[in-house]
């Protein structure tokens, strides 16, 4: 039943995030935490495998632990959520800089349907068995990650979410490339380092719903129904980029790569997007600087790249919960006064 509701929140235009509070406030949580015994788990498998007190759509919040987590495959429903990435590079992410990081597969196969998973980060060992793997299901969300290597797509899918992810690495990689069913597919406020591409078989073509408000830093080869307020600024000198798209609008590209028809501009010197980003972190210097010429110039008013749109990218991945991210006590109370003690808290959107 919640699958079915999902699916008719989402039509109705509800963002992404807006669902998940929504749908999580419906269910269980669990604590999942690999050096904390008074955690209900101590690995996300186990909390997976427990039919008995882990209902299908409850939420598992997986602690940030000085030790790796290991991989794990979703059967049915949970939704997955962890602490975000690098956060000690951002303000205001949380009193404690601890993240969850995954060592193996994170792999979504049939039953996990409606499944979100969210803030984490993959072991960056040079295995690429550190991955996203989706495995021919239906309807999976996975955002705010910390992606070291490409989301493996295999099979059929459709309606799979791909947003508000750092790639540090290739973003996509399609298999199974004589299955014709790729439909539904979003990828959108991402973060970009390396290559773009959909597929590395040409002639077995993938069409994404929509590849809008992104950084693309390297090669982009990609078909889609819409290429929208994306930003193309290629680190390496030699990139390339191919769009094949009923709709390319209201993009940047170095350049002027893909030519100013339908809102499309060119730039040849990034500090007149982003301006001078001395002091930025990691993933806030790809944000517009507000004095950028380019500000507001997305469809609908919206910034290009992925800190515009209706679902903006968030620093460091952090969930749409309340984080404290600062504490100040005197240190001394008594029983009659209690002790004083001021917290600053944030929430994400």
């Given at each position: 039943?919640?699958?079915k509701l999902y699916s008719t929140l989402l039509k109705a235009g509800l963002s992404f995030i807006t669902l998940i509070l929504f749908l999580g406030a419906?269910?269980?949580?669990?604590?999942?935490?690999?050096?904390?015994?008074?955690?209900?788990?101590?690995?996300?498998?186990?909390?997976?495998?427990n039919m008995t007190d882990v209902a299908d759509g409850d939420t598992l919040f997986v602690e940030g632990s000085a030790f790796v987590?290991?991989?794990?495959?979703?059967?049915?429903?949970?939704?997955?959520?962890?602490?975000?990435?690098?956060?000690?590079?951002?303000?205001?992410?949380?009193?404690?800089?601890?993240?969850?990081?995954?060592?193996?597969?994170?792999?979504?196969?049939?039953?996990?349907?409606?499944?979100?998973?969210?803030?984490?980060?993959?072991?960056?060992?040079?295995?690429?068995?550190?991955?996203?793997?989706?495995?021919?299901?239906?309807?999976?969300?996975?955002?705010?990650?910390?992606?070291?290597?490409?989301?493996?797509?295999?099979?059929?899918?459709?309606?799979?979410?791909?947003?508000?992810?750092?790639?540090?690495?290739?973003?996509?990689?399609?298999?199974?490339?004589?299955?014709?069913?790729?439909?539904?597919?979003?990828?959108?406020?991402?973060?970009?380092?390396?290559?773009?591409?959909?597929?590395?078989?040409?002639?077995?073509?993938?069409?994404?719903?929509?590849?809008?408000?992104?950084?693309?830093?390297?090669?982009?080869?990609?078909?889609?129904?819409?290429?929208?307020?994306?930003?193309?600024?290629?680190?390496?000198?030699?990139?390339?980029?191919?769009?094949?798209?009923?709709?390319?609008?209201?993009?940047?590209?170095?350049?002027?790569?893909?030519?100013?028809?339908?809102?499309?501009?060119?730039?040849?010197?990034?500090?007149?997007?982003?301006?001078?980003?001395?002091?930025?972190?990691?993933?806030?210097?790809?944000?517009?600087?507000?004095?950028?010429?380019?500000?507001?110039?997305?469809?609908?008013?919206?910034?290009?790249?992925?800190?515009?749109?209706?679902?903006?990218?968030?620093?460091?991945?952090?969930?749409?919960?309340?984080?404290?991210?600062?504490?100040?006590?005197?240190?001394?109370?008594?029983?009659?006064?209690?002790?004083?003690?001021?917290?600053?808290?944030?929430?994400?959107?």
């Amino acid at each position: 039943m919640k699958t079915k509701l999902y699916s008719t929140l989402l039509k109705a235009g509800l963002s992404f995030i807006t669902l998940i509070l929504f749908l999580g406030a419906f269910a269980g949580t669990w604590r999942v935490n690999n050096t904390d015994n008074s955690a209900d788990f101590v690995s996300i498998q186990a909390a997976i495998n427990n039919m008995t007190d882990v209902a299908d759509g409850d939420t598992l919040f997986v602690e940030g632990s000085a030790f790796v987590y290991s991989g794990f495959t979703l059967n049915r429903l949970l939704y997955i959520i962890g602490p975000g990435y690098r956060l000690s590079e951002n303000p205001q992410t949380g009193t404690l800089a601890s993240v969850a990081v995954i060592d193996g597969t994170a792999e979504f196969v049939s039953g996990s349907e409606g499944s979100v998973f969210s803030g984490f980060v993959f072991d960056d060992d040079n295995s690429t068995d550190d991955i996203t793997y989706v495995n021919g299901v239906n309807n999976i969300t996975i955002m705010r990650c910390y992606q070291t290597f490409a989301i493996n797509i295999n099979s059929s899918v459709q309606n799979i979410i791909i947003v508000q992810n750092y790639f540090e690495d290739d973003a996509i990689r399609i298999d199974n490339l004589s299955e014709d069913f790729f439909q539904g597919v979003i990828f959108d406020n991402n973060i970009v380092r390396n290559d773009f591409n959909r597929s590395t078989d040409a002639s077995a073509p993938r069409t994404f719903a929509s590849v809008d408000n992104n950084i693309f830093l390297e090669d982009v080869v990609v078909t889609t129904a819409t290429f929208r307020n994306n930003i193309w600024d290629p680190l390496g000198g030699s990139a390339s980029i191919n769009i094949t798209s009923g709709i390319i609008e209201n993009n940047l590209f170095f350049n002027s790569q893909l030519g100013t028809e339908n809102g499309n501009m060119g730039f040849t010197d990034n500090t007149t997007v982003f301006g001078d980003r001395t002091g930025r972190s990691f993933d806030e210097q790809w944000a517009l600087d507000d004095g950028s010429t380019f500000k507001n110039s997305g469809t609908d008013g919206t910034d290009p790249g992925p800190f515009g749109g209706s679902n903006p990218y968030v620093l460091s991945g952090v969930p749409p919960l309340p984080v404290i991210y600062e504490i100040n006590t005197s240190g001394f109370g008594n029983q009659e006064n209690g002790l004083p003690v001021e917290i600053k808290v944030r929430s994400s959107n």
